[in-house]
């Protein structure tokens, strides 16, 4: 009967353009006509092409909750106004199921559930069962609305290029507040500085490990440098092997200054302290 209802249909008309409407609107079953349509396919009789389409369909536990409420509502319509025994509790409701409905309450902030089991609000909405509805009812009505039609040109929202590291907007949040206070940013340029403003001026023991080449990168050209204030460096000196300002000194090995113009990879740029006006180093 499908096989008649195909080729008499083809005979008048170029194509089938649907093969479920066409069962539809001839009263045949859909796995018939399909069965007939592969069968002239394979024969070469016909050209066929598949059409994928998605569907919502309720399942069993789906038609049941669209027709009695979801499981978490059914637990909280269970529990009257006045509260309930959790023993009660359990011989109004199927225990298969108990723990679903009582964790989604309580996740909901609907019921409190101990060895008592009370309402915490006064009403709820059942929103799964609306939606679950919404699929029985709107099941291909959605072939007859109009949608605005799809606009290709338009700009979508910018996205976004990324986020700080948590630990940048802290560090951003203390430049800041010593901004704020008065401070001045130190330049970021000086790469390079030489061993007494890192070493000395610090007044760190010359035989500390910091001092040694497996902590330092030295360099080799230029090696020294020749811009100190000799002044200066004569007082850090004095404090070095004598003490001074709090320091008992000397320091273990006597301060020599032969070193103290070797030039190596920046760490604190302790020079910029000292040319800094609001330093106080007298």
Do not use: C
């Amino acid at each position: 009967m499908a096989e008649e209802a195909i080729l008499g249909f083809l005979q008048t008309s170029d194509e089938i353009p649907d093969s479920g409407v066409f069962a539809a609107e001839h009263g045949l079953d859909h796995k018939d006509v399909i069965n007939v349509i592969k069968s002239l396919h394979g024969f070469g009789f016909v050209e066929a092409q598949d059409i994928k389409k998605e569907s919502w369909v309720l399942t069993d536990e789906g038609k049941l909750y669209a027709a009695a409420g979801s499981p978490e509502v059914q637990l909280f319509l269970a529990i009257p106004p006045e509260g309930i025994s959790l023993i009660e509790l359990l011989k109004k409701l199927d225990s298969s199921v108990f723990e679903i409905r009582k964790s989604k309450a309580i996740k909901n902030k609907w019921v409190e559930i101990k060895q008592l089991a009370f309402r915490k609000v006064e009403h709820v909405k059942d929103e799964v069962q609306q939606l679950l509805l919404k699929i029985q009812k709107w099941r291909g009505d959605w072939k007859e609305l109009e949608f605005k039609e799809y606009n290709f040109n338009a700009k979508g929202s910018p996205s976004e290029g990324g986020h700080l590291h948590p630990l940048l907007k802290v560090r951003k949040q203390l430049k800041m507040i010593f901004l704020q206070m008065g401070f001045e940013e130190m330049p970021t340029s000086n790469y390079v500085e030489s061993s007494f403003w890192n070493f000395d001026a610090l007044f760190q023991p010359q035989q500390h490990p910091a001092r040694d080449s497996h902590d330092t990168f030295f360099l080799q050209a230029p090696s020294t440098t020749s811009r100190l204030p000799e002044d200066y460096v004569e007082r850090v000196k004095s404090v070095h092997e004598h003490g001074g300002y709090g320091s008992r000194g000397p320091t273990v090995i006597l301060y020599g200054i032969d070193n103290i113009r070797d030039l190596f990879g920046h760490k604190v740029d302790l020079g910029f302290i000292k040319r800094n006006p609001m330093s106080h180093w007298d």
